[in-house]
Every structure is written in structure tokens, then in C-alpha cells.
């Protein structure tokens, strides 16, 4: 008996010592631990970086709108941030008046829509092959491209090759030269693997479907993620390329637009764009030159910025599912 009254004595005192005020204390301390060690954290870095990540490639994109829309004085004088001062849409109409720009513009369109193509195709069908394991010497064909990969014979060389070929001076010369990437092979030949099992192209194939149908009817509209990924992938390569025309080409004709961009950028050939017609003053040159520079940016990567939403939402997926195992 007096065991458990003192047992009961004992926890009527515990009782007494944990009132609601401490319960609840306890509760607050609780939760906030569970919020402090939960992913919370992490996502708010993971956010702040990001945001900051985006601050800095946006801006400058955000200063060329705007110092394509500003006043050259105030473009030189380092007061334009974010908003355009001083409106002035003289560098654009100089821009759309020069028959160079448009002609550029053309050849450009023209090299990415044709050299994608041509890409696509080559690559494409050369994944497809090397993915079955049927293919009789398909390591050792793998391995002759993936040396190439890491040991090409040099600009020299492929110059000569090309001027054997006589493909200076011709548009071939801006589409053939780069018609695969080995790389972009290799994902698509791994998304081929992962993606397209052997089990359907058999049942396929018992069907009575020919090679080149499966491939065409069965193959490639399964494929519509890793072609987007490809098709943007080698757009954008033949759209920002100069180099190979610097080369290759001597016809301003065939000139792409980032040829004349670049002319545009060395200053040496301000002529070009700034008409002397209206003998204007040098500086007056020089400032409508600047503002020449940030219009032809925008001209030649607003198509790109255009057209990459409406690929993201293949991009991820198909590089992904092509990177899974090699």
C-alpha cells in the first residue's frame, strides 16, 4: 500500500511537472527542428542559386534589347542598366535596308534547314545500324568513329579534302564537311538500345516488314524526342557557324549571317552597314556603328531564342533516355 501510494505520488509530481505550457513548447521545438532538417533548406539554396544563375545570363541579353533601342550617346556613356534611353530605331531600319544583312539571313536559313536535314539522316542512320547486334563488325566500326572523335587530321587537311572534292565556293561546302557528330552519334545509338527493344523490331520483321519500313514507320516515330534534341543540337551549330565560310567560301553571295556580323564586330568594315551616302560626320558614324552591333545580335539570335521553348520539353527526355547506359 505504501509503495503504491508513493508510485502514484511520484507520477501525480511528473503530471504536475509537464503542465500545457511545456507540452506545447516541446511541440514548437519539435516542429522546428523537423522544418530545419527537412529539404527546406535545400531548396531555398538550390532556389537563391538559380535565381542568380538566371539574373546573370539574362541581363545581358535584357542590355543588348535595350541598347539596341537606345541612343548611341547614352549606349557609349555607360548609362543604359536595363530600361532603353533616348528610343531610337535607326540602327534597325540601317539594318533591314542593307541588302548584305538579308542576303546573309538567307544563307543562313537555308545552310541550318538543309545541314539539319543532311545531319538527321546521316546520323540517324548510322545510330540505327550500330545499335543491332546483328551488324557484322559493329565494335570495330564503333571504335573507327570514336577515334575520330578524339584524333580528326587537322584544319589543313580537311581543307585539302575539301578542295579535292570541289566544294570550295559551293554551299555543300558549309553542309557536308560536319555531316555527323560522333557524340550526338553515340546518344542516339544508345537511345536506339535503351529505347527501341529487339523483341518489336522482330515481331516487325515476321510481319513481312522490310528493313527500311520498320525503320521509317516504326523506328523513327518512336524516335520524335532524340530527333528534336539532334535537330536543335545541329541547328544551332549551323546557325552560329563562321568559321568553315571564313575557309571555304571567297562569294560574298554564299556568305552566312554571322559572317557579317563578324565583319560587322572587327570594325574594319563599318562601310558595309553605315552608308557614307549622307556625309555624316565620323562620329556619328561610330556611334550608329555600336548601335549596328546590338541590332545584328538581336537579328541573328532571336530565331534561336524563338524556337528553343518549344524544344525544351524534348531536350531534357532525350538526352537523358540517351544517356542511360553507353
Known amino acids: ?5 508513493s508510485g502514484k505520488g511520484m507520477s501525480a509530481k511528473k503530471g504536475k511537472g509537464r503542465g500545457p505550457g511545456m507540452v506545447s513548447v516541446a511541440r514548437r521545438t519539435t516542429r522546428a527542428n523537423d522544418i ?7 531548396q531555398a539554396v538550390i532556389y537563391i542559386i538559380m535565381c542568380f544563375i538566371l539574373i546573370i545570363t539574362l541581363y545581358p541579353l535584357i542590355f543588348i534589347v535595350s541598347a539596341s533601342f537606345s541612343d548611341p550617346l547614352y549606349v557609349n556613356t555607360g548609362q543604359i542598366w536595363i530600361l532603353p534611353k533616348g528610343v531610337n530605331i535607326e540602327g534597325y531600319r540601317r539594318v533591314f535596308r542593307n541588302e548584305a544583312i538579308w542576303t546573309g539571313y538567307r544563307n543562313t536559313v537555308f545552310y541550318t534547314v538543309c545541314g539539319t536535314v543532311i545531319n538527321l539522316f546521316v546520323t540517324t ?3 540505327y545500324a550500330l545499335s543491332k547486334r546483328s551488324l557484322a563488325g559493329r565494335n570495330f566500326i564503333s571504335l573507327v568513329f570514336l577515334f575520330t572523335m578524339f584524333f580528326s587530321g587537322g584544319m589543313i587537311p580537311t581543307y585539302m579534302v575539301v578542295r579535292n572534292l570541289h566544294l570550295l565556293d559551293t554551299v555543300w561546302a558549309m553542309m557536308l564537311p560536319g555531316a555527323m557528330s560522333i557524340s550526338n552519334m553515340i546518344i542516339m ?3 536506339f538500345q535503351v529505347t527501341i527493344p529487339d523483341e518489336l523490331t522482330d515481331a516487325a520483321r515476321i510481319d513481312g516488314c522490310s528493313t527500311y519500313r520498320m525503320f521509317i514507320a516504326i523506328v523513327l ?3 520524335g524526342a532524340i530527333l528534336a534534341v539532334m535537330a536543335l543540337f545541329y541547328g544551332v551549330s549551323h546557325w ?3 568559321f568553315d565560310a571564313m575557309i571555304y567560301l571567297n562569294n560574298r553571295n554564299l556568305f552566312p549571317l554571322q559572317l557579317f556580323l563578324r565583319e560587322i564586330l572587327m570594325t574594319q ?9 549622307e556625309m555624316e560626320s565620323i562620329a556619328v558614324q561610330q556611334r550608329l556603328a555600336e548601335m549596328i552591333k546590338f541590332v545584328v545580335i538581336i537579328v541573328s539570335t532571336l530565331p534561336v531564342l524563338l524556337i528553343y521553348p518549344f524544344m525544351q520539353k524534348y531536350f531534357v527526355r532525350g538526352v537523358m533516355i540517351g544517356s542511360i547506359k553507353g
Do not use: C, H, I, W
Open 36 to 42: 530545419f532538417n527537412s529539404d527546406t533548406v535545400f
Open 221 to 223: 516515330p518512336l524516335s
Open 240 to 242: 552560329n557557324t563562321y
Open 269 to 277: 568594315q563599318m562601310n558595309a552597314v553605315v552608308s557614307t551616302e
Open 1 to 5: 500500500m505504501v509503495n503504491g501510494k
Open 189 to 191: 545509338r544508345t537511345f
Open 125 to 127: 542512320t548510322a545510330s
